[in-house]
T-cell receptor, first 112, second 114 residues
């Protein structure tokens, strides 16, 4: 599976837009990019998934450039409750199996 | 509430005990997973069950024994654990064959081995 690299931590203030970038230089043709959110002592929660260009849902947007070697999760107008760890994962679209390999994630701290 | 429940939520056990963790999913999914999350470490995939068959076992010690009697239930049987096995154990489920990487996680069982 492709390895991902993302910042260890980020700080923001309420109401700001937060962009977390993930590098995945050896992403394969069939790989999808997925982001999860995890609060302390809880299981991760799926945020968004994409293959190329831009994907948007009610929670976030995912920007993927043409070379797909990186992706950016964009959280609009964050609040204190968005303080969490965010994981970028790259999955194998070929196997049909959706087992996830989590990295260390990005710890986002939102201040008032 | 994700549709995946886990019991117990907390468990303290001695190294000579035998206990079981239970997971139940109410989502009609066909795949279930066990993950381990130790303090300040990434989640580690332990086992994958697809259509009740174990399809992946990530070099997990034999003191952890999974069981999937049907597509809705998953167990993790524990025996002669070590203190380093203390962690948050998470169960997840998903629907394979949809093209989605969305897994639904339970709240986890916080295990402490004394």
């Amino acid at each position: 599976l492709a390895k991902t690299t993302q910042p260890i931590s980020m700080d923001s203030y309420e109401g700001q837009e937060v962009n977390i970038t993930c590098s995945h230089n050896n992403i394969a043709t069939n790989d999808y990019i997925t982001w999860y959110q995890q609060f302390p002592s809880q299981g991760p929660r799926f945020i968004i998934q994409g293959y190329k260009t831009k994907v948007t849902n009610e929670v976030a947007s995912l920007f993927i450039p043409a070379d797909r070697k990186s992706s950016t999760l964009s959280l609009p107008r964050v609040s204190l409750s968005d303080t969490a760890v965010y994981y970028c994962l790259v999955g194998d679209g070929d196997t049909g199996r959706r087992a996830l390999t989590f990295g260390s994630g990005t710890r986002l701290q939102v201040q008032p | 509430e994700t549709g995946v429940t886990q019991t117990p939520r907390h468990l303290v056990m001695g190294m000579t005990n035998k206990k079981s963790l239970k997971c139940e999913q109410h989502l009609g999914h066909n795949a279930m997973y066990w993950y381990k999350q130790s303090a300040k470490k990434p989640l580690e995939l332990m086992f994958v069950y697809s259509l009740e068959e174990r399809v992946e076992n990530n070099s997990v010690p034999s003191r952890f024994s999974p069981e999937c009697p049907n597509s809705s239930h998953l167990f993790l049987h524990l025996h002669t654990l070590q203190p380093e096995d203390s962690a948050l154990y998470l169960c997840a489920s998903s629907q394979e064959g949809t093209g989605s990487y969305e897994q639904y996680f339970g709240p986890g069982t916080r295990l402490t081995v004394t």
